[in-house]
């Protein structure tokens, strides 16, 4: 079935450096794949989108690529804030009824 | 803005009681979605709503948990008995009906421990 892989975290930056988290995937067919965010004590909130291969999705100062020929969809941000420290989670949505899964997520503190 | 609502936010059960969640989607969406988080990991799927049937509940631990939406709007989770195992995150999420491309809405989620 489809599954999600995330880099392990916690990956630990200090402000205004380069951000880099790996995410691939395994499906069947053509998915449409999510970034999501969960800062302390809130719900998960969709932080940027790509529908079909080369699709860039951006927002934020974030940007994912959908890579279909590395089953891959890094999310990136060239200058990290403290205030981006949350978690981050892959997630991708295919298959029957188009079901929505998630990776295990990475979680990122970033330090002044 | 629209919201999903959750209630309630917290809940502290002991264990071999029952247990019941409450989830009421974003006006209009005919998906639901009810995930369980354990702490550190990303969100499971328990089952999966279009409108009032279940599509999909193949993570759902049939033998204790149980969901409904009738009416194919607001929905409730429950757990009978709940077990130590159970503490977690329940989250539910709604969005439109069954479109790829489409983001799914979270509530702020049910925090559940199980004494």
């Known amino acids: 079935g489809n599954s999600v892989t995330q880099m392990e975290g916690p990956v630990t930056l200090s402000e205004e450096a380069f951000l880099t988290i790996n995410c691939t995937y395994t499906?069947?067919?053509?998915?449409?794949l999510f970034w999501y965010v969960q800062y302390p004590g809130e719900g998960l909130q969709l932080l940027l989108k790509?529908?079909?291969?080369?699709d860039k999705g951006s927002n934020k100062g974030f940007e994912a690529t959908y890579r279909k020929e590395t089953t891959s969809f890094h999310l990136e941000k060239g200058s990290v804030q403290v205030s981006d420290s949350a978690v981050y989670f892959c997630?991708?949505?295919?298959?029957?009824?188009?079901?929505?899964?998630f990776g295990a997520g990475t979680r990122l503190a970033v330090h002044p | 803005e629209a919201e999903v609502a959750q209630s309630p936010r917290y809940k502290i059960t002991e264990k071999s009681q029952a247990v019941a969640f409450w989830c009421d989607p974003i006006?209009?969406?005919?998906?639901l979605y009810w995930y369980r988080q354990i702490l550190g990991q990303g969100p499971e799927l328990l089952v999966q709503f279009q409108d009032e049937s279940v599509v999909d509940d193949s993570q759902l631990p049939k033998d204790r948990f149980s969901a409904e939406r009738l009416k194919g709007v607001d929905s409730t989770l429950k757990i009978q008995p709940a077990e130590l195992g159970d503490s977690a995150m329940y989250l539910c999420?709604?969005?439109?009906?069954?479109?790829?491309?489409?983001?799914?809405?979270f509530g702020q989620g049910t925090r559940l421990t199980v004494v």
């Open positions: 997630a991708l949505r295919g298959g029957g009824y188009n079901k929505l899964i």
């Open positions: 499906a069947t067919g053509y998915p449409s």
């Open positions: 006006s209009g969406h005919a998906t």
């Open positions: 999420a709604s969005g439109p009906r069954g479109s790829l491309d489409t983001e799914a809405f």
């Open positions: 790509a529908t079909k291969a080369d």
